[in-house]
């Protein structure tokens, strides 16, 4: 890490309005979670003024995080967007190109979320996808995904969802698909939809390996991942065109916010799945947090 050229840094919760605006909204990008292009843009002078580079304070904030910090940024983020959408300033990256997206960094800026659900819920919310490595656990992360997700891409890359699983006895994961982007996102998840039809979880889990690694924007594409992974060509294809393929992939993410209040991607819901009790980790959160949410929820 670099030395800080400016006195002020160890103060992080200190300084003017304006760092204290900084450090709530791009500390949430150092963590993951979305942030918007607009303001964005605003902050970056703060922040280079402040601690001499967005390196610096990335790396100075992460090594100073704790549960109750992410908790304290997660609500201001969420506040602001609120803020910044009633004025009209702030862009949606649900409603962007893959390339607005990219610089507006993946839209998931929302406050942690809890509640309980019933069994039922917890079984339409897993749906037919399943579980890494066909592992079943008290303990279910529910992973919502875009394969053109740059944090998304990130949290695969760290393999934070396997690693929970391996290293926990009872944590499961099932990771969902869905077209946050719109057109460029259907082939990917309605493509990660037949894997789980036809391939079992293995087969379903090297697609989404694929599906990271090639970033397949075409039902071609798509197609050509399926038959690397050994999935049958004519049964695959024939659910990628299906309308009830297309209707089910439609509403994987609605659903998930209507009831998780989930904006965006990366997602995960650590659900109890004996008691019903559930947290939303709303970004690419290193593997500490969810295992601090974890313990939370096993409790």
Sequence with gaps: MEKCKNENCHGMMAGTAVALSAITLIGGAALGTCMYQKV??????????????????????????????????????????????????????????????????????????????????????????????????????????????????????????????QENEDVSVVLKSIPLFGEQSEAGAHGAYCAAQFGGAEKYYAYVEKAFSKQATSESDVIALAKEIGLDEAQFSGCLSSADTKSAVSEIFPAASRKFEIT????????????????????????????????????
């Design 40 to 165: 964005n843009s605003i902050y970056k002078a703060a922040i280079e003024m402040q601690y001499g580079s967005q390196a610096n304070f990335e790396a100075y904030f992460e090594a100073r995080m704790t549960p109750e910090v992410r908790q304290q940024i997660d609500k201001g983020i969420s506040e602001t967007i609120t803020q910044l959408k009633s004025q009209g300033g702030a862009t949606d990256t649900a409603n962007t190109t893959k390339e607005e997206n990219t610089a507006a960094q993946d839209s998931s800026a929302q406050g942690s979320q809890s509640g309980k659900l019933t069994q039922e819920e917890i079984a339409g919310f897993i749906g037919s996808t399943p579980n890494f490595a066909d592992k079943q656990g008290n303990i279910l992360v529910l992973s919502y995904v875009d394969f053109l997700c740059s944090y998304c891409k990130k949290l695969h890359e760290a393999e934070t969802l396997e690693q929970l699983s």
């Design 264 to 299: 965006g991607t990366p997602a995960s819901v650590i659900i109890n799945t004996k008691t019903g009790k559930y947290e939303v980790i709303p970004g690419a959160y290193p593997k500490s947090y969810f295992e601090e949410v974890i313990k939370k929820v096993r409790g």
